[in-house]
Structures are given as C-alpha cells and as structure tokens.
C-alpha cells in the first residue's frame, strides 16, 4: 500500500510539474509585460492630452555576437527570420545586410542583421528588430510582441524593447501651446523634467517618472521617457511622439 501510494505521489508530482511547464511557457515574460504597459501608459497619456493616436512601435536594437564567417551570419539571419514568419526583402543595396519583414499582417515586423568586420578578421552582428502597427491594433501588436520576445529568447537575445506612439493634433498649435501640451502629457504620467529643447521647429522634452520601471542616464540623471512636437505646415497638423526611455523613430 505504501510503495503505491508513493508511486501515484511521484506521478502526481510529475503531471503538476509538466503544467506548471507548460503554463509558464505560455505566459509572457516579465520584460514583455513591462514593455506593453509602458505603450498602453504612454498611449492613454497621449489621448488624455487631446491628440489622435495614429501608430504604435516596439523596437530593439542591440549588438548580437561575434562569427567567423560572413556566411555564418547570413545563415543566422535566414534562421531567426524563418523562426519569426517573416520574409526576405532585397530592396536594399549593402552586401552586409540581411533584411526581413512580415507581408500581409496587422503588424508589419521588420529585422535587419548587419555584419561588420572586427580587427580579428571575424564578424560583428547587429540586430535591430521593429514592430509597428495601428493604434487601433493594440491587442495584435501584443500578441505578436510576445511570439517575437519567446523566439528571441531561444536564440539567447536579451529582448528589451522601447516603446514609441505617434499621433497628432488635428491643428497647427504654437510653440508654447505645444510646451503647454507636452507638460500635461508629463503631469498625467508623474514624470519631472530632465531636459527641454525648443526651437522654431520641434519642441522636445525629456523626462523620468517612476511610473515606468526602466531607465537611462543623461548627464547623471535618470531618464525614462521623452516627448516632441513639430507643425506640419502642408497637412495643417501638430505632430506629437513620445517614447519610453527614448524616441527611436524619425519625429
């Protein structure tokens, strides 16, 4: 009786484990989770503002490692593009670059690996990935972010994302109407003025609010989340962008 009952105990014990496996494989990382409540916050701070969210970003970029072959770069490209479902573009001119992105997707995923050649005559690896989609796609652009932070994850990359949200107000404002906006925008994420650059055509802040979990140093100082405005004269806009730690994109 007792050696049965320590036999099912042991079984029991094995099919709680496996679950517990397999359930902690389908929930996303700490960092994913993280990364995704720092779009939804800077998006929501965006809308309170009075501005019309058009797109949203995840973007990474981080040196890889090192090969020794220019071959055995291409082939970790092809493999990590094959991994993520995307496919290769050569709409591109530079021999030391491979490039892949999503087609026909709510969220358009790019990767490009470029190679560089070190002293030691081996290869340097950069891999930059970007996630992008309508802000009306928030749910899917989670979704894919999570496929993308689990593959990465088996292919040994840290994956850290900044996070960026564009939009725009529907009207050409002034610059200390913008100044009056981008504060709002601060005050309703808890953040304190780091730096403030202004002048005739983009005003620019930067920022850090312990609401958001990372950050970087600029001048000694902790930074966590920047924001910018320029007038777009022939569209007749205010363009806004703001980006946790920083903005990555072309504003």
């Known amino acids: 009786m007792k050696k049965t ?11 709680l484990l496996f679950s517990w496996t397999v359930f902690a494989d389908q929930q996303p990382k700490k960092e994913a989770i993280e990364a995704q409540v720092a779009l939804e916050q800077i998006l929501q701070a965006m809308e309170q ?3 019309k969210a058009e797109r949203l970003y995840l973007h990474l970029g981080t040196k890889y490692r090192t090969f020794n072959h220019p071959e055995e770069v291409k082939e970790f490209a092809k493999q990590l593009g094959t991994e993520l479902g995307l496919t290769e573009t050569r709409d591109h001119q530079l021999e030391s670059e491979f490039r892949y992105k999503s087609l026909h997707h709510p969220v358009l995923t790019e990767l490009r690996i470029t190679m560089m050649k070190s002293r030691s005559n081996s290869w340097d690896s950069y891999l930059t990935l970007k996630l992008s989609a309508k ?3 928030l749910e899917v652009l989670k979704t894919q972010h ?3 932070h689990k593959v990465l994850e088996r292919s040994q990359i840290l994956p850290h994302f900044n ?14 109407v913008q100044l ?9 994420l808890g953040a304190e003025v780091v ?3 202004q002048d005739p055509t983009v005003t620019s802040v930067s ?12 001048n000694g100082r902790q930074m966590n989340v920047q924001a910018g405005t320029h007038v777009d004269q022939l569209l007749g806009i205010t363009r806004i962008t703001i980006g946790t730690p920083i903005i990555t994109i072309e504003y």
Do not use: F, R
């Open 5 to 15: 009952w320590g036999i099912n105990t042991i079984l029991v014990g094995l099919m």
């Open 49 to 51: 503002t009075g501005a």
């Open 135 to 137: 802000s009306t796609d």
């Open 146 to 148: 999570e496929h993308v």
């Open 163 to 176: 996070t960026c949200v564009q939009g725009n107000y529907n009207v050409t404002l002034e610059n200390d």
């Open 180 to 188: 009056l906006k981008l504060n709002k925008l601060l005050d309703l």
């Open 195 to 197: 730096e403030q650059v």
């Open 207 to 218: 920022a850090y609010t312990p609401q958001l979990p990372s950050y970087i140093l600029t």
